[in-house]
């Protein structure tokens, strides 16, 4: 299997722009899961799937922000207008477990810059 | 919300020496969980351990969720160790997910 895959590894985009990342989890997963990663912020989940529906949303910073599953092997994570306040390493992970826990298998990551 | 205390921050070893990471939690946990972070990002699952102990080849870790502790060992360490170690726990009042920031790791040659 190839993994987690995250697109675009790396994004830079200007103040106001759509931005919008793209992750493919491990066939037969039933969980996904979003993650950011910032120096001030450390790590944080934004929103978990499972089995296509949000569960757990509450970690989603603000409405600008929105994200998707439209089925099993894709899932997008949305931010509308972007801020500089967005730059980070936004995380992508799946799971064939229910819930938060069970081994997660993370993707590469999309290193986002917004100027 | 729940606070999540590593340490020590940060450790340098000596390839070959064994470490002890402690994680601290503020309140009831339902799970916890350890990540490592290697030197190039990728970030990879290493224990679910909401109670009890766990080996996984040189690594193990132990919890004890009533005195709100996990600790995570290494033995003979080696530089492909290096990285950073993350706690997350699940917040049994809330069930929101909780990140420590993190015991930076070098081990040297």
């Known amino acids: 299997d190839a993994g987690v895959i995250q697109s675009p590894r790396h994004e830079v985009t200007e103040m106001g722009q759509e931005v919008t990342l793209r992750c493919k989890p491990i066939s037969g997963h039933n969980s996904l899961f979003w993650y950011r990663q910032t120096m001030m912020r450390g790590l944080e989940l934004l929103i978990y799937?499972?089995?296509?529906?949000?569960?757990?949303d509450s970690g989603m910073p603000e409405d600008r922000f929105s994200a998707k599953m439209p089925n099993a092997s894709f899932s997008t994570l949305k931010i509308q207008p972007s801020e500089p306040r967005d730059s980070a390493v936004y995380f992508c992970a799946s799971t064939s477990g229910t819930g938060k826990w069970g081994t997660q298998y993370f993707g590469p990551g999309t290193r986002l810059l917004v100027l | 919300g729940i606070q999540v205390e590593q340490s020590p921050p940060d450790l340098i070893l000596q390839e070959g020496a064994n470490s002890t990471l402690r994680c601290n939690f503020s309140d009831s946990v339902n799970n916890l969980q350890w990540f490592h972070q290697n030197p190039w990002g990728q970030l990879i699952n290493l224990f679910y351990i909401p109670s009890g102990t766990k080996q996984n080849g040189r690594l193990s870790a132990t919890t004890v969720a009533t005195e709100r502790y996990s600790l995570l060992y290494i033995s003979s360490s080696q530089t492909t160790d290096s990285g950073v170690y993350f706690c997350?726990?699940?917040?049994?009042?809330?069930?929101?997910?909780?990140f420590g920031k993190g015991n930076q790791v070098v081990v040297i040659p």
């Open positions: 799937f499972n089995n296509n529906v949000p569960i757990d």
């Open positions: 997350a726990v699940e917040h049994e009042g809330n069930n929101r997910l909780a």
